[in-house]
């Protein structure tokens, strides 16, 4: 696949990652009783991203748990037949927390769908708000993001790459056109 642009660099990433951090304590008076839940894969290192921005604005950390959804979409039988599920990483409690879940991209809305049937059964959340670096539009269920990095408006025929350097070395934001 092609890339048509770089929509976001490592400077602009955290940028984004810095204001999210600020909405997120301006609009829950704080860090009190307040998880960061990150949707496996990218949603991890973006959360803990903002878990250690939270740190340096309030000397506060914010605990990160991860959150496997792959039992909960609804495409599962394109996925695979045995899916490999691991939530060891999931030992927070969340009943009565404002839990904000956080992933890289949202698009159809589907990915956070399953992310909410999974972590309510995992407990029982005061609140539940949504993080997302990119916001691309093409909603298919009533889902809209609290905080947002950036709106990307594409076309259905485009790719929206995050790229984290936890995860591919590099930092930033691509745009591809599928063939």
């Known amino acids: 696949m092609k890339t048509k642009a770089v929509i976001l660099d490592e400077k602009a990433i955290e940028r984004a990652t810095t204001r ?4 997120i304590l301006e609009r829950n008076k ?23 921005k939270i740190f340096e ?14 039992l909960y979409r609804d495409d599962l ?4 037949s045995n899916p490999i599920i691991n939530n060891d ?14 992933d890289d991209v949202i698009f159809t809305g589907r990915t956070v769908r399953a ?11 005061r609140k539940v708000q949504l993080a997302v670096l990119i916001d691309r539009g093409h909603r298919e269920f009533p889902i809209r993001p609290d905080y947002v990095g950036k709106n990307v408006p594409t076309s259905r025929n485009e790719i929206v790459g995050v ?9 930033q934001v691509i745009i591809r056109e599928k063939r």
């Not at 999210?20 to 909405?23: K, M, R």
């Not at 604005?57 to 792959?70: N, Q, S, W």
């Not at 039988?77 to 695979?80: A, D, L, N, P």
């Open 20 to 23: 999210i951090a600020n909405e």
């Open 30 to 52: 704080g860090t009190e009783n307040l998880i960061l839940v990150g949707i496996k894969t990218r949603g991890v290192p973006f959360a803990e991203r903002l878990s250690r």
């Open 57 to 70: 604005i309030e000397g506060i950390k914010i605990p990160v748990a991860t959150l496997d959804i792959t």
């Open 77 to 80: 039988t394109e996925i695979s």
């Open 89 to 102: 990483d999931f030992n927070i409690d969340i009943n009565n927390k404002v839990v904000v879940l956080v």
């Open 115 to 125: 992310a909410l049937d999974a972590l309510v059964d995992k407990g029982r959340p």
């Open 163 to 171: 790229q984290f350097e936890e995860i591919d070395e590099m930092n």
